[in-house]
T-cell receptor, first 116, second 110 residues
C-alpha cells in the first residue's frame, strides 16, 4: 500500500487567502485524523472522522478552519481566510479501527504551510 | 486535555552510549504510545503499552509503562546514528483521542 498520501507537500500563501489541504487515507481504514504540529504547541489533534462522519472537532482552532470527508478515500482541511499564525505542518493519519486503544495510526508525510 | 511532559527536550550522545527519555503526566492513560519522527516525515509508531508495569523490548529499545499508568520511559542501548530523530509519547484516555508530548530530539553522533 502507498500509505497515507497528502498534497501539497509545501504550500506558501499570503494572509487572507484560502488554503486547502488534501489527504487520501490508507484503503480500508475507517478512521481519519487531522493534526497540526508547531514548535510552540507540538502535535495537536484538530478533528477526526469515522466512516466519513466527523466525530470530534473540538481541536479545530477557529471557524476559519473546516474539514470534510466526502468519501472514504478523500478528505480536505480548509483554512479561510488564512493567517500567519496558521503556519505549521499539518498531518493526516488513518487507522483501521477506533474502538481499540491499541489501534495504530499511520501518518502521512505532512503539508508544510507558510502564511506570509 | 491530558498533558504529557517529556524530558529531556534535547539529547545529544555519542554512538554506543545509552539514553533514556521520560514521559510523565498527572493523568491516568488507557494506553501509551511511543513514536519516532524524522525530518520531513510523519511520526511512526514504535510501540503501544497498555498494562501498568508493562515492559516491551524492540531490539535495542526498551519501553516501560509505570505501575499507575501515568508515566513511561524509553531506553535505548548502544545508540546508533540511525536512532536520531524526534521521539514522541502519546497517551490515550477512554476516548480515542491521543494527546502528544512535546517530544525529545535525540542526536546520536558517529
Amino acid at each position: 500500500d502507498a500509505g497515507v498520501i497528502q498534497s501539497p507537500r509545501h504550500e506558501v500563501t499570503e494572509m487572507g487567502q484560502e488554503v486547502t489541504l488534501r489527504c487520501k487515507p490508507i484503503s480500508g481504514h475507517d478512521y481519519l485524523f487531522w493534526y497540526r504540529q508547531t514548535m510552540m504547541r507540538g502535535l495537536e489533534l484538530l478533528i477526526y472522522f469515522n466512516n466519513n462522519v466527523p466525530i470530534d472537532d473540538s481541536g479545530m482552532p477557529e471557524d476559519r478552519f473546516s474539514a470534510k470527508m466526502p468519501n472514504a478515500s478523500f478528505s480536505t482541511l480548509k483554512i479561510q481566510p488564512s493567517e500567519p499564525r496558521d503556519s505549521a505542518v499539518y498531518f493526516c493519519a488513518s487507522s483501521l479501527g477506533g474502538g481499540g486503544i491499541t489501534d495504530t495510526q499511520y501518518f502521512g508525510p505532512g503539508t508544510r504551510l507558510t502564511v506570509l | 486535555t491530558q498533558l504529557l511532559e517529556q524530558s529531556p527536550q534535547f539529547l545529544s550522545i555519542q554512538e554506543g552510549e545509552n539514553l533514556t527519555v521520560y514521559c510523565n503526566s498527572s493523568s491516568v492513560f488507557s494506553s501509551l504510545q511511543w513514536y519516532r519522527q524524522e525530518p520531513g516525515e510523519g511520526p511512526v509508531l514504535l510501540v503501544t503499552v497498555v498494562t501498568g508495569g508493562e515492559v516491551k523490548k524492540l531490539k535495542r529499545l526498551t519501553f516501560q509503562f509505570g505501575d499507575a499508568r501515568k508515566d513511561s520511559s524509553l531506553h535505548i542501548t548502544a545508540a546508533q546514528p540511525g536512532d536520531t530523530g524526534l521521539y514522541l509519547c502519546a497517551g490515550a484516555g477512554n476516548d480515542y483521542k491521543l494527546s502528544f508530548g512535546a517530544g525529545t530530539t535525540v542526536t546520536v553522533r558517529a
